[in-house]
């Protein structure tokens, strides 16, 4: 599976001008890509798409995509929408 995150927008849209990170799950420890596969999934990240968003304002928005066997899905998650450790996963990755 391949992780593909990009993130716009934080306060004045400045904040990850230039956030853009890939993943190849499949290169990571076991321990790691455990996690990965576990937030990352396509349902998992479906769900999260569907939670109301709050007070998204100044906030980033993620736009995630994720490739297995060949199929791609895209997600689009506001900061606020994604849990804290999915967002420590991303600062690791």
């Known amino acids: 599976m391949i992780i593909e995150i990009a993130a716009q927008g934080g306060f004045g849209g400045i904040a990850a001008a230039n956030l853009h990170k890939t993943i190849d799950v499949s290169d990571q420890p076991e321990q790691m890509r455990q ?6 999934g396509p349902d998992e990240l479906a769900r999260l798409a569907r939670q109301p ?6 906030r980033l928005t993620y736009r995630i995509t994720v490739t297995k066997d060949r199929q791609s899905r895209s ?9 804290p ?9």
């Open 35 to 40: 996690e990965l596969c576990e937030a990352f």
């Open 85 to 93: 450790d999915m967002l420590d996963l991303i600062d690791q990755m």
């Open 53 to 58: 968003c709050g007070d998204c304002a100044d």
């Open 75 to 83: 997600f689009t998650l506001r900061e606020a929408q994604i849990p």
